[in-house]
Nanobody, 116 residues
């Protein structure tokens, strides 16, 4: 079984920073993609950023230049450094890990609240 444990959410004022972490454990294929989704109240879950085990990154347009995704392959851990936070970044952030066509795992979610 694969487990993802997130940490680092919280309350921050607009313009502030937070760093999310997600540690994966279990039987994990070495070639994989880790990432972050978020879901705001009343909205659909959206992809925020991904990073492959080889280091290729993707960001949704709304976070480019403000968020940085990184990972430590030895620790099976992914990070999301969030700077210049805006109230519209308020959401539950979910960590994901996937490989192949059938292996897709989710964390329990961590709340990020940005006050104006």
């Amino acid at each position: 079984q694969v487990q993802l444990v997130e940490s680092g959410g919280g309350l921050v004022q607009a313009g502030g920073s937070l760093r999310l972490s997600c540690a994966a454990s279990g039987s994990i294929f070495s070639i994989n993609v880790m990432g972050w989704y978020r879901q705001a109240p009343g909205k659909q879950r959206e992809l925020v950023a991904t990073i492959s085990s080889g280091g290729t990154t993707y960001y949704t347009d709304s976070v480019k230049g403000r968020f940085t995704i990184s990972r430590d392959n030895a620790k099976n851990t992914v990070y999301l450094q969030m700077n210049s936070l805006k109230p519209e970044d308020t959401a539950v952030y979910y960590c994901t890990l996937r490989w192949g066509s059938r292996s897709n795992y989710w964390g329990q979610g961590t709340q990020v609240t940005v006050s104006s």
